[in-house]
């Protein structure tokens, strides 16, 4: 059975747009067949952030919530602090470029310069120094209702979105308890992290008593960006990386995996799981032909 999607999105904050003008374009092709198609496919655009004159990275991203994206990405990458005073967010639609301006002088030639690739999509980029970030995180001991994990994995997996629409795309939402608040999409999984870090920073919200769910894979920097943001409940219907796996046992992260129906997997925080929801009464998924177990 395949559950309908959910239409209404009031009660999300911020919630995806798949009708939006600039995030797609219909392009036209051919089918299996050789009939002709038309493919609604995801825009994909740079965005260049400065942290006041400096220029720090090229992002490629579909365009919407570029502060946000600016912020977070900042903020992730232990540039700017919750203490910041930020004086200004500055976006040119036309020149696509972010500066985002803070009262506190600013310098990271050398941060720049230790700078690494990583193995997310859409080239993640995660500066040498990142890990020095987790010293000293105490991420609370939060418990995780495996009703909740139940109730966002079916909520979330019915809303429209992009991905939904013209697929090529990552999701990622904050949620508190079982309740999906802000539904962010991007090119990279990282992008859509770093849009809800710069949604929680903007709008000061508190991160210890909320769940972090995304669709993309559980990897080191998934992890550190969720645990330099202080969730300390990290979800997803994909796999992990062991790491990704060693990192979240070493900061106290709850890691939740390969949720898909009434499956999941748990390789951190099981202690601060309560189950109360028994997994028989949740629709599960069919297995996909030709797999022994989830991805």
Known sequence: MQLARIDDTSDYLIAPDPQAPRLT?????????????????????PLTIFLNA?????AMTIGDYPGYLALGFLRNQGMISDADEITGTDYDEELETVIVRTARKTDYEEKMRKKTRTSGCAVGTVFGDMMEGLEGVELAPAPVRTSWLYS????????PSLYLEAGAIHGTVLCSANRPLVYMED?????????????MLSEKVAADDKILYTTGRLTSEM???TAM???????SRSGFTAWGVEIAREVGLTLIG?????RFVCLAGEERLVRDADPSDVPDEPRRAGRRGAA
């Open 25 to 45: 374009r219909a392009v036209a092709g051919t089918d299996q067949d050789g009939v002709a198609v038309t493919a609604s496919v995801v825009e994909e655009r």
């Open 152 to 159: 966002l994995s079916a909520r979330i997996n019915r809303t």
């Open 223 to 225: 992890v550190i960006k």
């Open 258 to 262: 390969r949720m898909k129906g009434r």
């Open 187 to 199: 090119v990279g999984r990282h992008n859509a992290v770093d849009k809800i870090a710069g949604w």
């Open 229 to 235: 943001m202080g969730i300390p409940v990290l979800a």
């Open 54 to 58: 400096q220029e720090i990275v090229t």
